[in-house]
């Protein structure tokens, strides 16, 4: 199973930026989606945006145009770009792989809230 570990979470006023990384134990070339999810208070978990090994890229609905996924395989980090930050944002974002052989893995989270 690969180790994940998410930084880069904080607080920040509604407007704001906060870029999120989410480092691999392994090599980032071998997992076939790499996503990110969020679970804010009292929901359930659900994906924000996703990115493919050839770098096709899936977003929810209400972060297109503010979020951009990317992966940069030479550091085995996947990034959340999080820009006009809204307070419906405020969650705890988790990421999520899923290698070539199905494996899945989680990593345990990094808060963001959004507050003025």
């Known amino acids: 199973q690969v180790h994940l570990v998410e930084s880069g979470g904080g607080s920040v006023q509604p407007g704001g930026s906060l870029r999120l990384s989410c480092a691999a134990s392994d090599s980032i070339s071998n997992m076939v989606l790499m996503s990110w999810y969020r679970q804010g208070p009292g929901k359930q978990r659900s994906l924000v945006a996703a990115?493919?090994?050839?770098?096709?890229?899936n977003y929810l609905d209400s972060v297109k145009g503010r979020f951009t996924i990317s992966r940069d395989n030479t550091e085995n980090t996947v990034y959340l770009q999080m820009d006009m930050l809204k307070p419906e944002d405020t969650a705890v974002y988790y990421c999520?792989?899923?290698?070539?052989?199905?494996?899945?893995?989680w990593g345990r989270g990094t808060q963001v809230t959004v507050s003025s």
């Open positions: 999520h792989a899923v290698t070539r052989t199905s494996t899945i893995s």
């Open positions: 990115i493919s090994s050839g770098g096709g890229t």
